[in-house]
């Protein structure tokens, strides 16, 4: 059971998750924070927090689960301003899309009381943003990952992993470095593919006609470019190593796939294509998302 459960971002990550530890029945109070009232006001309206707090400080006090939601630049100003209010028996948790560059922060901020913040990230979600986005349901079935260092405490990882089971998420743990290097892969890689394709052709001059002829396969690879430009600048920031080596190995497997084309290698473009399509099928059985 949480008590007091502090939402600071109660946006479509952290009000998700609000929203099911309430149904779940294993929260007595949820405390929202953030940067202005209105998002606030409509997460009180909606019911997915029981009150807004004026100061992270405030909203952190007596809270024996903490769960930052923010965009992940904004993550270590939070942990700054809310480190002198923890106490002793709190622990923070965050669900930052990025995880070695939050742990460094966390390490700054809370110094000693460090081993209290459980690193994780939900690997849920939708491209809309805000309080209105978020919705019961988000995370069963999902995984989160949570990546504690080894002087994170053993009882406050079992806290957060309980909290996330009581959602339906299947809990795993990995290094931080690990899973930077894993979501730059699978998550990191396809944004910025689906950004830099609409980006692309938006700029041609017969856009509006290529779009108009554009069908449900390009719905399919561009879905994601309608996700909040802020956190994917945020992403992109910290994790930049990561992304830029998957960037660089997509561009060169690019290279050889216009090579390829350019010089008539049928047999080459049908062994990339089974490959791919093996692989697809493989991961995704009956084609769902
Ligand atoms: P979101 O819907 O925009 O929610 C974030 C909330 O944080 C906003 O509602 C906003 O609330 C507050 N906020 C925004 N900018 C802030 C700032 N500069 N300083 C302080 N508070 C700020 O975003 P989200 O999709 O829930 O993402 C939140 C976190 O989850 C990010 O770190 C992201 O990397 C991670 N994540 C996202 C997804 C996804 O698919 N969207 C999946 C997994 C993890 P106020 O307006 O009340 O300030």
Redesign the pocket.
């Given at each position: 059971m949480i008590n007091k459960l502090c939402i600071?971002?109660?946006?479509?990550?952290?009000?998700?998750l609000a929203r099911d530890l309430r149904a779940a029945g294993v929260v007595r109070e949820i405390v929202?924070?953030?940067?202005?009232?209105?998002?606030?006001e409509l997460?009180v309206e909606l019911g997915v927090i029981d009150r807004a707090a004026v100061s992270s400080a405030d909203a952190v006090r007596g809270a024996d689960m903490v769960v930052?939601?923010?965009?992940?630049?904004?993550?270590g100003?939070?942990l700054a301003d809310i480190a002198p209010a923890i106490g002793a028996q709190s622990v923070v948790t965050?669900?930052?899309?990025?995880k070695g560059s939050v742990v460094a922060a966390a390490r700054d901020s809370f110094k000693q009381h460090f081993s209290r913040f459980v690193p994780g990230?939900?690997?849920?979600?939708?491209?809309?943003?805000?309080?209105g986005?978020?919705l019961s349901g988000l995370y069963r079935g999902r995984h989160v990952i949570l990546t504690p260092e080894s002087d994170t405490a053993g009882d406050a990882v079992q806290r957060v992993s309980d909290m996330w089971r009581h959602t339906g998420a299947r809990v795993s743990t990995m290094s931080a470095q690990e899973h930077d290097a894993v979501l730059a892969a699978s998550s990191h890689l396809p944004h910025m593919l689906a950004y830099a394709l609409v980006d692309m052709l938006v700029r041609r001059d017969d856009h509006r006609k290529v779009f108009d002829f554009a069908a449900g396969g390009f719905r399919d690879v561009t879905r994601i470019a309608a996700?909040?430009p802020?956190?994917w600048r945020?992403?992109c920031l910290n994790n930049r190593k990561a992304i830029v080596e998957m960037l660089r190995q997509y561009r060169d497997d690019l290279g050889a796939m216009i090579a390829a084309i350019d010089k008539g290698d049928g047999q080459w473009l049908e062994e990339t294509f089974a490959r791919a399509k093996h692989a697809r099928e493989i991961l995704f059985p009956n084609n769902d998302k």
């Open positions: 600071i971002g109660v946006g479509l990550i952290g009000g998700s929202g924070h953030g940067r202005g009232l209105g998002n606030l997460a930052i939601a923010v965009p992940v630049g904004a993550i100003q939070v965050d669900v930052g899309s990025v990230h939900p690997i849920a979600g939708t491209e809309r943003s805000g309080v986005a978020s996700s909040d802020t956190m945020d992403i």
